[in-house]
């Protein structure tokens, strides 16, 4: 067996389960808390009491890396998920289980047990509170999720271990699937990749798919990537190409193979947000979906993109911009510069789309040939123009000065004729491949709850 992970909120099983399981599979029980409470000969109440949760969370970091690699069932604090390095940890080698249970049930559970304070609110609320705030992380840390309001710790060990044994996906889910990539357009080595996962029995039922779901698909460096980083993590997932017109039958699919999670792009960004079961207030703003996230029988919709075109901009907040472009990822930007406090004035080929989108996020809009009346400090291409084998560039060499900062969204080629452009006039230039690189660790971030340096992205894309 694997090392077996329980993650949950307190009151959800997971020592009495954990204990059941590693009798079971005739391997060691480790409880990260009894172990914090062995090493520093204080009781986690007195802990948070004396020194306070960040000096808690310190100490629980470090027992979690040191915990064997060796086989084992590990039972982990309610709140150990939330930090990226425990669940980098946690991950390695290891099926994370994921037990959850309904509000009713924890704090019946957990009435009479002494709590460390994680806020000033009664049990029940506090409950709540701590749940809604974790939920990202708990869902983000699940490859099996079990509920246990319903059923007995050895109960809950019998559906655990069923799952270990053979998949969630049934066989004739991995039939249709298999009939589904047989269909397309895969190279014969992502096929035979894809034959060992999904045939039946599968060779390891516990492999996860997750991929990127678009029409076409095949350009895309996400398998590439993502299957990487999978081996440096040392994480059970391969990433895939769910190329289909339609995106209803990739997300039925997906659904049924128990698929981890998916990137979405073009065309689906938009049709995607009726097909999943929620959504974040960013992505709801932004009206496109680029990332799902499938846990416990839920889709839950996100915009990563927009954080991709931040993070590159945050020493700029403040500044004038122009954005040029309305379409899907002009809104994701628009929605990023105003989040970093920009005046923003949006130009466009179609100006009542321009119209539209400034309406929507705040922003100015005007005529495209209105741009060298603007003097922006800043300039985001939202437009293909420049994008392979096209060799147009959205602004003419007059008008890029050497105080202007240029950012081409446009990565295929890196260096666009618009960054060629921009060099030769002395402006500092960003390129695309920088909002690639921080939309997929976002994204890593929301399947997993591992924070990749971008570097370690950046490396595996060249
Ligand atoms: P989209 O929804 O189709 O929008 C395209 C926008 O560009 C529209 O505003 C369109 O204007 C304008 N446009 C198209 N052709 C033009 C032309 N010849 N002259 C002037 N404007 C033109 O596309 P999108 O999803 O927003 O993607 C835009 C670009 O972003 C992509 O081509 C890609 O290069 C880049 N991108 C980068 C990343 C990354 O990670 N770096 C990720 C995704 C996309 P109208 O309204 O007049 O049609």
């Known amino acids: 067996m694997k090392r077996i992970v329980l993650t949950g909120f307190r009151g959800t099983g997971k020592t009495e389960i954990g204990r059941i399981l590693a ?3 005739r391997v060691a029980f480790l409880d990260t808390d009894s172990l914090i409470e062995q090493q520093t000969g204080r009781s986690i109440p007195d802990i948070f009491h004396e020194d306070g949760e960040e000096r808690f969370r310190t100490i629980e970091r470090d027992v979690i890396a040191g915990l064997p690699p060796a086989d084992a069932v590990i039972s982990t604090g309610g709140g150990a998920v939330v930090d990226p390095v ?8 290891s099926t994370v289980v994921l037990l959850t249970a309904d509000l009713d049930t924890i704090e019946q559970r957990i009435a009479r047990s002494p709590r460390p304070p994680l806020t000033n609110l009664p049990l029940r609320e506090e409950i709540a509170e701590m749940l809604d705030r974790r939920r990202q992380n708990y869902r983000a840390s699940a490859d099996l999720c079990i509920d246990t309001s319903g059923t007995t710790p050895a109960t809950a060990a019998v559906i655990i271990n069923d799952r270990i ?16 990539f047989r269909g397309g357009r895969l190279a014969a080595p ?8 999904l045939a039946s029995p599968p060779s390891d039922p516990l492999t996860r798919l997750l991929g990127v779901a678009g029409y076409p698909a095949l350009h895309s460096r996400g398998p590439r990537l993502f299957n990487a980083l999978f081996a440096e993590y040392g994480i059970n997932c391969h990433y895939t190409f769910f190329e289909d017109p339609a995106i209803g039958r990739i997300m039925d699919l997906t659904r049924s193979l128990d698929v981890k999670g998916l990137s979405v792009t ?9 097909l999943v079961d929620e959504v974040d207030e960013a992505t709801r703003k932004i009206g496109a979906v680029n990332t799902v996230v499938f846990a416990c029988g839920s889709a839950t919709g996100y915009n990563t993109d927009w954080l991709g075109i931040r993070k590159p901009l945050v020493s700029l907040k403040g500044s004038k911009a ?14 990023a510069l105003v989040d970093l406090d920009m005046d923003v004035t949006i130009l466009n080929r179609t100006p009542e789309k321009a119209k539209e989108l400034a309406a929507r996020t705040g922003c100015r809009w005007a005529a ?6 603007i003097h922006p400090d800043l300039v985001v291409n939202a437009t293909p123009l420049g994008m392979e084998p096209d060799t147009r560039s959205p602004l003419r060499g007059e008008q890029v000065y050497p105080d202007l900062t240029v950012f081409d969204l446009v990565y295929t080629p890196p ?20 909002m690639f690189i921080e939309q997929a660790k976002e994204q890593f971030w929301l399947f997993f709850g591992i924070d990749v340096p971008s570097e370690t992205i950046r490396k595996y894309l060249s």
């Open 368 to 373: 495209w040939d209105t741009f060298d009346q």
């Open 190 to 197: 992502a096929l035979r990749r894809l034959e060992e996962v």
């Open 266 to 274: 073009i065309p689906f960004k938009q049709d995607v947000m009726t």
């Open 415 to 434: 260096v666009t004729p618009l960054i060629e452009m921009a060099l030769g006039r002395g402006c500092r230039t960003i390129q695309g491949t920088e």
């Open 23 to 25: 009798a079971q599979h």
């Open 322 to 335: 122009v954005l040029l472009g309305a379409g899907g990822v002009a809104s994701a930007a628009a929605f």
């Open 165 to 180: 044994g053979k998949g969630v996906p049934t066989p004739s889910a991995r039939k249709e699937g298999l009939a589904f």
């Open 86 to 93: 425990n669940m980098a940890h946690l991950r390695r080698d």
